[in-house]
C-alpha cells in the first residue's frame, strides 16, 4: 500500500523535497516561513485535493498526477521542468505555469496564468478554460480538445499542433507556426497567423483584421470568414470560403474562392503576386 500524506499544512523550503511513491491527500502548502519548491524532484507521486499558495511548487517533478486542486495566485511558476504529468480538475492562478516540461496532459481545468506553457514539448489539453498571454510561446507536439480561451499573442512559434472544438478569441495567434491544424473551431483575433508555414483551417470561423498574411502552405477548407479585411497579402494559399470577405489583397500564389468578396485589391505590390481570387461557380 501506497504512503499517504494527508490533512497537513507545510511551509518551509522544499518542505516535501524528492518525495517518491506516495500519495499526498488535502494538504495545504502554505504559511509564515513562505518556503519555495515544496515538492521539488518529487517522483511518482499523486497530489489531490490540496492548495497551494507558494512559489515553485512542482519543479522538476516526474511522474506525477495533480488532481481537484487550487494553486492560487502568490504560487509563481508553479510547474516547470517536469516530466510526464496528469492535470485535472484544478484552478491555476499563478504566472508562468509549465515552462520546459515534457508529456503534459490537462483536462477540465480552469487557468489565468500570463506566459503560460512556454518551450514545452507534448501537451494535451482537453475541456478546459484558459487564459494568457504568450499562450504556448514555442512549444511542439500539442493536442487540443474543447479549449475556450482567451489571450494575445498565442501560439506563436508552435510546431505540430492540433485544435479540435475550441473557441480562441486571441491577437496575433499561430505567428510563425508550423505544421497546425484548426478544425471546427471559432479562431477571433486580428493579423491571425502571419509568417505561418503549413497552417490549415478546416470547418472554422475566422474572425477579425488582416488574416493570414505572409503565410506559405496556407489551406482554408470550409470557412466562413467574419470582418476580414485585407486577408491574404503575399500568402501562398488554397482556400475556400463560405459567404463573404471583406477584401483580400495581394495574394502571392494559389486560388481563393468565395461566394462574394467585397474588393480584391491588386495594388503596391512589392513581388510578383498571381494568385487568383474566384466567386464560387467560376471556379
Known amino acids: 500500500m501506497r504512503p499517504e500524506i ?3 499544512t507545510f511551509d518551509e523550503e522544499r518542505a516535501l523535497y524528492n518525495l517518491t511513491d506516495t500519495d499526498v491527500v488535502h494538504c495545504r502548502f502554505a504559511g509564515p516561513q513562505d518556503g519555495e519548491s515544496v515538492l521539488k524532484e518529487a517522483r511518482n507521486i499523486t497530489v489531490k485535493d490540496c492548495s497551494f499558495s507558494l512559489r515553485y511548487p512542482l519543479w522538476h517533478v516526474q511522474d506525477y498526477k495533480l488532481t481537484d486542486s487550487v494553486l492560487d495566485v502568490n504560487t509563481r511558476a508553479p510547474i516547470w521542468y517536469a516530466k510526464g504529468g496528469y492535470i485535472e480538475n484544478c484552478t491555476i492562478d499563478g504566472i508562468k505555469c509549465l515552462r520546459e516540461c515534457d508529456n503534459t496532459s490537462m483536462k477540465g481545468c ?3 496564468s500570463p506566459e503560460f506553457g512556454w518551450r514545452c514539448r507534448g501537451v494535451s489539453i482537453s475541456h478546459s478554460s484558459m487564459e494568457s498571454e504568450y499562450y504556448l510561446f514555442e512549444s511542439r507536439d500539442i493536442e487540443i480538445d474543447h479549449l475556450e480561451m482567451k489571450g ?3 501560439f506563436q512559434y508552435t510546431k505540430n499542433l492540433h485544435i479540435r472544438d475550441s473557441v480562441l478569441d486571441t491577437k496575433d495567434a499561430f505567428w510563425h507556426g508550423e505544421n497546425i491544424t484548426v478544425e471546427n473551431s471559432v479562431v477571433k483575433g486580428e493579423y491571425l497567423a502571419w509568417f505561418s508555414d503549413g497552417l490549415t483551417l478546416i470547418n472554422c470561423k475566422i474572425i477579425g483584421t488582416q488574416p ?9 477548407i470550409n470557412c466562413t470568414m467574419e470582418g476580414t479585411d485585407l486577408a491574404f497579402e503575399y500568402s501562398d494559399v488554397e482556400a475556400d ?21 467585397g474588393e480584391i485589391i491588386r495594388e503596391d505590390s512589392i ?9 464560387r461557380g467560376q471556379e
Open 212 to 220: 493570414l498574411c505572409y503565410c506559405k502552405n496556407l489551406k482554408l
Open 241 to 261: 470560403i463560405k459567404g463573404h470577405i471583406l477584401s483580400v489583397k495581394n495574394p502571392k500564389s494559389g486560388t481563393i474562392i468565395a461566394d462574394s468578396v
Open 152 to 154: 494575445k499573442y498565442s
Open 110 to 112: 480552469t487557468v489565468h
Open 6 to 8: 494527508s490533512n497537513k
Open 271 to 279: 513581388i510578383d503576386a498571381q494568385g487568383k481570387v474566384l466567386l
